[in-house]
């Protein structure tokens, strides 16, 4: 099996590798929602039709389950915890994830919207990384000043973005998403409405 393979068996269910951590003799692909498509696949799905509690939780055991099964995988997961896998440390090692200017990972490709829904840890050869962290040739940072509510200017305020968020004034945040996050030029407009406010919803 070779991350082609693997790439075949994600599509599909609109996931993505995102990158590949060296793991001893291991490797440990993370997977992340390929956006757009992703959300139709998730939205038509019975975990999210089901009404129960962790739609997006448990719809990505039971799909990573399966595609570990298929290239002989351990599948992982960020949630389930405590103890929680270390996918911030993972991430930063594949080379393509960077700690960005509001702390937040940014990706290569999903910028400041990248999640992780798992990972595998398999027998594969690891892909090497991208070039150079994006932030460095960022000249504007804009992500660094698009909180209305200067959320990010000392550490992350979780209770004022929350409050605003929660507000009249924050129905743009609500309903399409983190200004700061929409504010990178990587992966800008990959995200659906629909998705962003499902995430928003959950997050309150
Ligand atoms: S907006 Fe610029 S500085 Fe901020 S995360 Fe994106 S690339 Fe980095
Ligand atoms: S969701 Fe809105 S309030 Fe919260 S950090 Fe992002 S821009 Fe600021």
Redesign the pocket.
């Known amino acids: 099996m070779t991350s082609d393979d693997l790439a075949d068996l994600l599509g599909p269910h609109g996931l993505r590798a995102l990158g590949d951590c060296p793991d001893g003799g291991s490797t440990i692909t993370l997977i992340g929602p390929d956006e757009p498509a992703f959300w139709g696949i998730f939205h038509d799905s019975p975990e999210y039709k089901d009404g129960d509690a962790n739609p997006l939780d448990r719809w990505s055991m039971r799909v990573l389950c399966a595609v570990a099964d298929r290239v002989d995988a351990q599948a992982l997961f960020p949630f389930g915890g405590p103890p929680y896998a270390p996918f911030f440390t993972w991430a930063k090692q594949t080379g393509r994830f960077w700690a960005s200017p509001i702390d937040f990972l940014v990706h290569d490709q999903a910028g400041l919207f990248v999640s992780f829904r798992g990972a595998l840890r398999w027998q594969a050869e690891p892909l090497a990384g991208t070039t150079g962290q994006p932030c460095l040739t960022c000249a504007d940072q804009p992500c660094a000043t ?4 200067g ?2 200017d000392a550490g ?1 305020d979780v209770a ?3 409050a ?2 929660a507000s009249e004034a ?1 129905t ?2 609500r309903t399409r ?5 929409r504010a990178c030029p990587i992966g800008q407009g990959a995200r659906l409405s629909a998705q962003a406010t499902f995430h ?1 919803e959950a997050f309150l």
């Open positions: 698009a909180c209305p509510v959320a990010f992350y004022a973005c929350k605003h968020v924050g743009d945040c998403g983190c200004l700061a996050r928003m």
